[in-house]
């Protein structure tokens, strides 16, 4: 499966690993469907580490899983902060996963076995991502400029009956 953050300042095609980290995946997947992440924007954003959003109140300590509480990480030692583009649960420590993620701009192996790895940019990560990373942030790392997740809209993956 895939997902397009329609961003306003582009888009960005991400690959989410259903298989690997199914209820993880099952919780953005379904967020996504329902237009959750609509008009949310990135709260968080620090060149050279990440861009974090899905959080409705935009200040980074709300939103809510799929299943009612936090969810347990699905940790997975295959699936690393590894690369550009690598999509990542945010959270507050172990089992606190809600409705938060982030897109990291480069390796952050310090991260692995911390936030559950469950997709990532596959296209979009030479244009709007780099955008994203430009932007300008005030003292706490929040953009100075709002930008949104305008809408999304979720693909089947093209690979799957290959």
């Keep these: 499966m895939s997902v397009t953050l329609h961003t306003d300042l582009g888009d960005l095609k991400i690959e989410i690993f259903c298989e690997s980290v199914p209820k993880t995946a099952e919780n953005f997947l379904a967020l996504c469907a329902s237009s959750y992440y609509d ?58 996963n809600g409705s938060q993620f982030f897109i990291a701009y480069a390796a952050a192996p310090h991260l692995d076995g911390k936030n559950a790895v469950f997709g990532r940019v596959i296209e979009g990560i030479d244009t709007t991502l780099e955008t994203l990373e430009a932007l300008e942030v005030d003292k706490k790392y929040r953009p100075k400029e709002r930008v949104t997740i305008r809408s999304v809209t979720v693909h089947a993956n093209p690979l799957a009956d290959q």
């Design 39 to 96: 008009g949310t924007n990135f709260h968080r954003n620090i060149s050279g580490f990440m861009i974090q959003g899905g959080d409705p109140s935009g200040k980074g300590k709300g939103g809510s899983s799929i299943y009612g509480a936090d969810f347990e990480d699905e940790i997975r030692p295959a699936l690393r902060h590894n690369a550009r583009g690598i999509v990542s649960m945010a959270n507050r420590g172990p089992g606190t």
